[in-house]
C-alpha cells in the first residue's frame, strides 16, 4: 500500500478524536534544527465543516485488537486497515512540514498487539522526529490505556503535549461498551503525567533559581489533556461537569475535549444510527468548562443536582444568574472584580477593563459603550449609578425571552460568519454535506489558493483537503 493510501485511511480514522488543538507551548526556532511552536497555538487552517488541521492528525496505525462499542476502528468493525512504520511517519512529518502544509503532529494509534508495543511505535516515531531530524515542531501525542509507566514517561519527553483519553465519563459506561479498558488504564498514566510534569517544572524553576541552564528534557511542557464522548451513554451534564472539575483539580488537565457522540456503529449497547450527533449540547458543555476554568465557578452551581442538563437555550453563565436572580442587578461602580465576572455578556477582558477605569470616576453607561462593552446581553443585569440601561429593566422572565431569542437568530453552538457546523472533519473526502458555513468554505479555500501559488499549480490541481494532488510525496515518493 503506498503512503497516499495509508494517509488516507489513517488520516480518516483519526478525525473522531476532538483533542487536538495545541497552545501553550514556545519554542523558538534553533540554527541546524527544524521548525518551532508557538504558544498561540499551531491551528491555522480549517476544513470546510470548521475544524483546524494544520497538525498532522493521524493514526500510526488503525489495526486494533480492542473492540470498544462506539469506535470505528474497533476490530470487529471490516474497514480498510493500514500502517504506518515510524519512519514512514516521521519522514511524512517532515516533508509536510517542510512543504508549509502542517506546523505539527497529533499522533494517536489504534492498539496493535498490546498497549507497549503500541507506545513503542509511537515512540520511535517520535524519536526519529526529534533527534534524527530535529524537529521542533508541536507534537501532541496519545498514551495508550495500559502501556507501563516507563514508556508513558519516555513519550511525555518527546511530546510536548500527552492525553489519555477518558472517553467515557463513567466505570459503568466504561465497561459496558470498552471493556477492555481499565478505570485504572486512564486514572494511572494521567497521575504520571501529572507528577512528571510537575517534576519537570520544579526542576526548571529551581535550575533559573540558581541561575543554572537546564538543560533536561522537558517533559509535557504544554500541559495534559482528555476527552469525553457525550450522548453515546446516559450521564447527566451535572455528572459530566462534576467529573470535568475533579479532573481540572486532581490532574492539573490543560483542557477537557467533549465529544458529540458520532453514531458510526449498529450496536444495541449504543444509541440508534439515526440518533441526531448532540452538538449543540457539546458547545453548552465547553461553555460551562470555559466558566469552571476561568470565571470562578463551581461545577455545583453551574447544574444544581436537581437540574441535571443544561439549559440548550441559554448558555450556561446566563442560566446561572437567571436562578440566581436575587443577585441582580449588580452596580458596576461597586461591584467586586469577581462578581463582575458573574454577569452574562461580561468577560475576563471587559470586567479587568471596567475595574481600571472606575478608578478614575464613577461610570456611565456611555462609558461602558466607550470601554467596547455591549450592553445586549449584560444591560439585563446591570445598573450604572442605580439606573437600568435605556430599554432594559431588571425582570428575569424578559431577559430569559431575549436571550432565547438571541440564540435562535445566531443559532447555539454555531456562529453563522465562520466556526462550527455540523459534521465531522474530512481531509481528504469531500466537505461533509452538511457543511453549508460560506465562510468556512471561503477560509478553505484561501488556503488551496495559498497551497496552490507556493507549489506552483493550478487550482484545479488541489485536491479537497488543501494537497496538491501531484504532489510527490503523496504518491510514495517520500523524501524529507
Ligand atoms: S482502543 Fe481505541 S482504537 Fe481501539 S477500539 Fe478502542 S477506542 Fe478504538
Known amino acids: 500500500m503506498d503512503t497516499l493510501a495509508k494517509l488516507e485511511i489513517l488520516a480518516d480514522a483519526a478525525k473522531y478524536d476532538v483533542a487536538c488543538t495545541s497552545s501553550g507551548m514556545d519554542r523558538r526556532a534553533q540554527k541546524g534544527k527544524l521548525g518551532s511552536a508557538t504558544g498561540a497555538g499551531c491551528c ?29 476502528n474497533r476490530r470487529s468493525n471490516d474497514v480498510p486497515r493500514a500502517a504506518f512504520t515510524p519512519r514512514e511517519l516521521a519522514d511524512l512529518t517532515i516533508g509536510f512540514y517542510r512543504r508549509n502544509y502542517i506546523e505539527g503532529l497529533f499522533l494517536s494509534s489504534g492498539v496493535v498487539r498490546d498497549a507497549d508495543y503500541t507506545m513503542e511505535l509511537m515512540i520511535e516515531t517520535l524519536r526519529i522526529l526529534r533527534e534524527e531530524e530535529g524537529f521542533r515542531g508541536y507534537i501532541h501525542a496519545k498514551s495508550i490505556p495500559g502501556a507501563s509507566s516507563g514508556l508513558v514517561e519516555l513519550l511525555g519527553l518527546y511530546a510536548d503535549r500527552l492525553s489519555v483519553n477518558i472517553e467515557l465519563p ?27 510534569i510537575q517534576a519537570s517544572a520544579d526542576e526548571v524553576r529551581l535550575a533559573r533559581r540558581n541561575y543554572l541552564g537546564s538543560r533536561a528534557k522537558r517533559f509535557a511542557p504544554a500541559g495534559q489533556s482528555t476527552q469525553m ?9 451535572h455528572h459530566i461537569l462534576q467529573l470535568t472539575g475533579a479532573l481540572y483539580k486532581s490532574f ?23 440518533t441526531d450527533v448532540p452538538l449543540t449540547r457539546e458547545h453548552r458543555l465547553y461553555q460551562a468548562d470555559w466558566l469552571l476554568r ?39 461602580n461597586k461591584a467586586s472584580y469577581e462578581e463582575l465576572l458573574r454577569v452574562p455578556g461580561l468577560g475576563v477582558t471587559c470586567a479587568k477593563r471596567l475595574v481600571k477605569a472606575r478608578v478614575r470616576h464613577r461610570l456611565t453607561f456611555d462609558d461602558l ?33 431575549h436571550l432565547e431569542d438571541a440564540t435562535r437568530t445566531t443559532g447555539a453552538g454555531r456562529k453563522l460568519k465562520r466556526g462550527m457546523v455540523e459534521g465531522q472533519m474530512s481531509l481528504f473526502g469531500a ?50
Open 44 to 72: 491555522h487552517s480549517f476544513t470546510a465543516d470548521g475544524r483546524c488541521i494544520s497538525l498532522l492528525k493521524v493514526l500510526l496505525t488503525n489495526y486494533c485488537v480492542c473492540d470498544c462499542a462506539y469506535c470505528v
Open 170 to 196: 463513567s466505570q459503568s459506561s466504561l465497561s459496558l461498551l470498552a471493556p477492555e479498558k481499565g478505570k485504572s488504564d486512564i486514572i494511572k498514566p494521567m497521575a504520571l503525567i501529572r507528577d512528571g
Open 229 to 237: 464522548i457525550i450522548g453515546a451513554t446516559p450521564e447527566t451534564d
Open 252 to 274: 492539573g488537565l490543560k483542557r477537557v475535549f467533549y465529544s458529540a457522540y458520532l453514531p458510526v456503529n449498529d450496536d444495541a449497547r449504543l444509541p440508534s444510527l439515526d
Open 294 to 332: 476561568f470565571y470562578g465557578f463551581e461545577a455545583d452551581e453551574l447544574l444544581p443536582v436537581e437540574q441535571p442538563s443544561l439549559d440548550l437555550l441559554v448558555d450556561p453563565k446566563a442560566a446561572w444568574a437567571l436562578r440566581n436572580a436575587d443577585r441582580f442587578p449588580l452596580e458596576v
Open 369 to 401: 459603550r466607550t470601554l467596547g462593552i455591549s450592553l445586549k446581553r449584560a444591560g439585563w443585569f446591570v445598573t450604572c449609578n442605580g439606573r437600568m440601561a435605556d430599554g432594559f429593566c431588571f425582570d428575569p422572565i424578559k431577559a430569559r425571552v
Open 431 to 480: 466537505p461533509s454535506p452538511r457543511a453549508t458555513d460560506p465562510m468556512a468554505r471561503r477560509g478553505h479555500r484561501d488556503v488551496l489558493l495559498v497551497a496552490a501559488r507556493g507549489q506552483r499549480l493550478k487550482a484545479t490541481e488541489i485536491t479537497p483537503s488543501g494537497l496538491p494532488a501531484a504532489d510527490p510525496l503523496l504518491q510514495g515518493e517520500v523524501s524529507a
